[in-house]
């Protein structure tokens, strides 16, 4: 019947809809997902390995690539062109209000003679 066909049609789609959230729902139970591009100085790489070992524990399905060896008013203009999503620097100051700094520990140097 007519009738009948209105019906399969709203019925279609809401097994259409149901199949979507389903799948949303498991996007969001899986955690994070995606690449993060994290950029470092050279003298960051045993803190980047620490971070990332947290990172990678905490979301195994997301991928990373780090991009090492450069200097910090590199990666910042990275971070702020989007070509990176997090760097870890030592903060400069004067160059760093439209950022978000995160302290990750502090340094202790001593001398030994």
Do not use: M, N
């Amino acid at each position: 019947t007519r009738e009948g066909e209105r019906l399969v049609v709203w019925a279609k789609r809401i097994l259409a809809e149901h199949a979507a959230f389903k799948a949303e729902v498991d996007a969001v139970r899986s955690g994070i997902t995606g690449t993060l591009r994290l950029g470092t100085v050279p003298t960051a790489s045993t803190t980047a390995s620490l971070v990332l070992s947290a990172f990678c524990s905490a979301h195994p399905l997301a991928k990373v690539q780090v991009c090492s060896r450069l200097a910090a008013t590199e990666l910042y203009r990275r971070l702020r062109e989007f070509e990176l999503d997090a760097v870890i620097v030592h903060p400069e100051t004067q160059d760093s209000d439209d950022v978000d700094l995160v302290p990750l520990y502090e340094e202790q140097y001593v001398l030994l003679s």
